[in-house]
C-alpha cells in the first residue's frame, strides 16, 4: 500500500481500470446454445489442476487463461498490498458485456454479474469499489438496472461498451440511458468492447493496439459531436486507454466540424474537457496531450488488472521527470481525480 492511510499529506493510489468474473454465473452458452455466452472454469489450464489460474471459454472455443486473482477478491487484495494499489474499481471483462445479446438474456446475465460485484466489494474492507454493467440493447431495462447499481447494491456506477449492435452512442434510442445516468450522477467507464468490427485487420496484435483505440475513439466522437455532452451537462463519462485516438484525431473532427457546420471550436473543446481518461498509456509523452485534452484534473490511473503486468505510476512519474505533467497533478492523478470522477470524497 502507499504511505501510511490517515497521515498527513496521504494521497489514496486508486486504480479505476480493472476487471473481474466469477466461475459461478449461469452457463448461458450451454442454456441458449450461442456460443458468445462466456463461462470462467477456474483451477484448471490445458486440462490440468492449476490452483492459481484458470480458463474463460466462449462455448467450445478457449478465450483466454486468466490468474486466481480475476475471480479470487483475496488473492486480489494481496497483489494490491504488493503492487502499492490502495483501492481498486472492478468491472466486467469487455466480453461479458453482451450487447449482440438477446436484451431479457443480456439483462439477467448483468444482474448475476452486478450481484456478485456488489457482494465482491462488500467483502473487501473498503479496498474494492466497483461498476455494474446495464444492457444497453433495451435501453429502458439498462436505466432501471443503472439504478439498482447505484441504489441497493451501492456501486459506483456502471461500464459501457462503445458500440450497441450496430448503433453509436448518439443514436435517439440510447438518449434515455443516458439521462437517466445525467439524473443519477452516475458515472459511466467507456470501455472498447470485443470484436467491434472497426479494422480490416484482425490479428490480435492490431486489434489491441489499434481497434481498442480507434473503437473508443468512434465512441468519444459520437458523446462530443452527436451532442449526448451538449444535452446532458451532469453526465460524466471516463474513457479507457486515455480515449484511444481520441486527443489525436479531435483536432481533425473539430476543423471539420467548424468548417462545414460553424461549429465554435472552443465549445468542442470545452466538451471534450468534460470527458474523463484513464492513464493507460504505457509512455510518459502522451500525459501532456492527453493534460490539454482533458485536463489534468480529469485523468485517473488505468492498469486493466489482472492483464497487463504493468505498474501504471511508473510512466505517470516518469511523465512528471519528462515534463509533461507537474508533481501536484501526478498526485491528483494517483488517486484523488478518480475518487472525485465517481462522485466520492477523499
Not at 502507499?2 to 489514496?12: D, E, F, N, V, Y
Not at 490502495?86 to 450487447?99: G, K, N
Request: hydrophobic share 45%; aromatic share 8%.
Amino acid at each position: 500500500m502507499s504511505t501510511a492511510p490517515g497521515t498527513a499529506g496521504w494521497t489514496p493510489v486508486v486504480d479505476l481500470h480493472a476487471h473481474v468474473f466469477f466461475p459461478d454465473l449461469p452457463d448461458l452458452a450451454a442454456e441458449t446454445g450461442d456460443p458468445r455466452w462466456p463461462r470462467l472454469v477456474p483451477g484448471i489450464v490445458d486440462g490440468h489442476s492449476d490452483a492459481d489460474r484458470g480458463e474463460v471459454w466462449r462455448g467450445e472455443d478457449r478465450f483466454r487463461v486468466v490468474r486466481r486473482p480475476f475471480w479470487d477478491a483475496e488473492a486480489r487484495v494481496a497483489e494490491m498490498d504488493q503492487l502499492g494499489t490502495d483501492v481498486q474499481v472492478v468491472s466486467p471483462i469487455p466480453v461479458a458485456v453482451t450487447y449482440w445479446a438477446d436484451g431479457s438474456d443480456a439483462l439477467r446475465f448483468a444482474r448475476e454479474q452486478n450481484d456478485r460485484i456488489a457482494a465482491t466489494v462488500a467483502d473487501s474492507g473498503g479496498r474494492l469499489l466497483g461498476l455494474g454493467t446495464v444492457p444497453l440493447q433495451d435501453p429502458t431495462a439498462a436505466a432501471d438496472e443503472l439504478a439498482r447499481i447505484t441504489g441497493p447494491l451501492g456501486l459506483a456506477g456502471a461500464e459501457i461498451g462503445t458500440v450497441v449492435q450496430g448503433a453509436e452512442l448518439d443514436h435517439p434510442e440510447l438518449r434515455p440511458f443516458f439521462r437517466a445516468a445525467a439524473e443519477l450522477r452516475a458515472p459511466l467507464f467507456l470501455h472498447p468492447i470485443d470484436g467491434s468490427g472497426v479494422l480490416r485487420c484482425s490479428d490480435p496484435h492490431t486489434d489491441f493496439a489499434i481497434g481498442m483505440h480507434t473503437d473508443t475513439a468512434l465512441a468519444a466522437k459520437a458523446l462530443v459531436y452527436g451532442g449526448v455532452l451538449a444535452e446532458l451537462p451532469e453526465l460524466r463519462v471516463c474513457l479507457a486507454h486515455g480515449g484511444g485516438a481520441f486527443p489525436w484525431t479531435h483536432p481533425r473532427l473539430r476543423w471539420r466540424a467548424a468548417a462545414t457546420s460553424a461549429a465554435d471550436p472552443a465549445d468542442l473543446d470545452a466538451l471534450v474537457r468534460r470527458l474523463w481518461a484513464d492513464c493507460l498509456v504505457f509512455d510518459p509523452l502522451p500525459f501532456g496531450v492527453l493534460a490539454a485534452r482533458y485536463g489534468p484534473d480529469h485523468l485517473t490511473l488505468g492498469s486493466d488488472y489482472p492483464f497487463i503486468d504493468h505498474d501504471p505510476t511508473g510512466p505517470l512519474d516518469d511523465a512528471v521527470v519528462a515534463g509533461s505533467i507537474t508533481a501536484a497533478e501526478a498526485t491528483a492523478i494517483r488517486g484523488p481525480n478518480a475518487l472525485a470522477f465517481l462522485g466520492l470524497g477523499p
